[in-house]
């Protein structure tokens, strides 16, 4: 093979495959866990780093471990492992698997996001109140945006409403049961 056909199909290769891992976005977890009692006499009896292990679990998923943490004084949680994975659903496989080995009393996930994607979800979150706006100021929606009701119809539910409650209220039980009295 000639230097040219070899620059040639690195560069057709390069033309696929850079596009294709840009698409591959992944997703950056933190990993709350806390050891049960077994896993913990365990590991007293024979002491290792475990970060190793999880890197290796991770990686198994597809994932990849950024950092471990451990906690010292025994709290609410024994340590934190920091990950990458390509999806949620990848995590949430991960999860199950790790709690189905029972070695943690307790495991919490969740997903980190940059202040820039916070901001972009901020920005988000506007543009939705925006076309949820109603131009006319006598509608209202619920915060949900399910519903518009316009100022008249919203207190009519309201009121009919209350009006409900006040009636279950007056009406109370229907007859009044004798207390029992007690003999001495």
């Known amino acids: 093979m000639n230097i040219r056909s070899l620059l040639l199909s690195a560069i057709s290769t390069a033309a ?3 596009p294709a891992m840009a698409q591959q976005t992944t997703h950056r977890y933190v990993a709350f866990f806390k050891y049960n009692d077994a896993a913990v006499k365990a590991m007293a009896e024979n002491p290792q780093d475990r970060s190793a292990q999880i890197a290796k679990l991770t990686e ?5 471990m950024e950092s ?5 004084a025994g709290g609410e ?3 934190m492992v920091i990950e990458t994975f390509p999806d949620d659903v990848t995590v949430e496989a991960q999860n199950l698997f790790v709690r189905a080995s029972g070695n943690l009393s307790k495991a919490v996930t969740f997903p980190l996001m940059t202040a820039d994607e916070v901001q972009d979800g901020h920005g988000k979150g506007k543009e939705r109140e925006n076309r949820l706006h109603v131009a006319d100021s006598n509608q209202v929606a619920t915060t949900s945006g399910l519903y518009l009701y316009t100022q008249k ?3 009519t539910k309201l009121s009919a409403s209350q009006s409900r409650h006040c009636q279950r209220q007056q009406l ?3 007859v009044k049961q004798k207390e029992p009295q007690h003999s001495r």
Request: proline share 5%; charged share 15%; net charge negative.
């Open 16 to 18: 696929f495959v850079v």
């Open 60 to 64: 198994s998923f597809g994932g990849k």
């Open 68 to 72: 471990a943490y451990w906690f010292a």
């Open 77 to 79: 949680y024994d340590g």
């Open 153 to 155: 119809e919203a207190l």
């Open 172 to 174: 109370g039980p229907a």
